[in-house]
Nanobody, 125 residues
Framework: QVQLVESGGGLVQAGGSLRLSCAAS????????MGWFRQAPGKEREFVAA????????HYKESVKGRFTMSRDSAKNTVYLQMNSLKPEDTAVYYC??????????????????WGQGTQVTVSS
């Protein structure tokens, strides 16, 4: 297993930016597909973004394309989610996750076996 700790959440006005970080320990994240998910109150956890273990490919939820950017710093064993032009509908708890077994990016929560504790993002209108 890999241990994941998210940080960087907070309260921001609509149109603002936040950068989430996910620090990993126990295994090198450059060997795995890493993802970001979010869960709003009363809703199911949903895929936001993922980066392939090669670092060559990223994949985003349609509604965040052009606003969110996922990146990876292998030396720091950390992934990031830069969120710009935030909207109230982006409000949720954001989770970092690792897919330890797949070769291809999946949007399914069931394909990700390691999860962080989550960080709250609140966007006010």
């Amino acid at each position: 297993q890999v241990q994941l700790v998210e940080s960087g959440g907070g309260l921001v006005q609509a149109g603002g930016s936040l950068r989430l970080s996910c620090a990993a320990s126990g295994r090198r994240i450059s060997n795995y597909i890493m993802g970001w998910f979010r869960q709003a109150p009363g809703k199911e956890r949903e895929f936001v973004a993922a980066i392939h273990w090669s670092g060559a490919t990223t994949h985003y939820k349609e509604s965040v394309k052009g606003r969110f950017t996922m990146s990876r710093d292998s030396a720091k064993n950390t992934v990031y989610l830069q969120m710009n032009s935030l909207k109230p509908e982006d409000t949720a708890v954001y989770y970092c996750a690792a897919d330890l077994y797949s070769d291809y990016i999946s949007e399914q929560t069931t394909d990700f076996s390691s999860w962080g504790q989550g960080t709250q993002v609140t966007v006010s209108s």
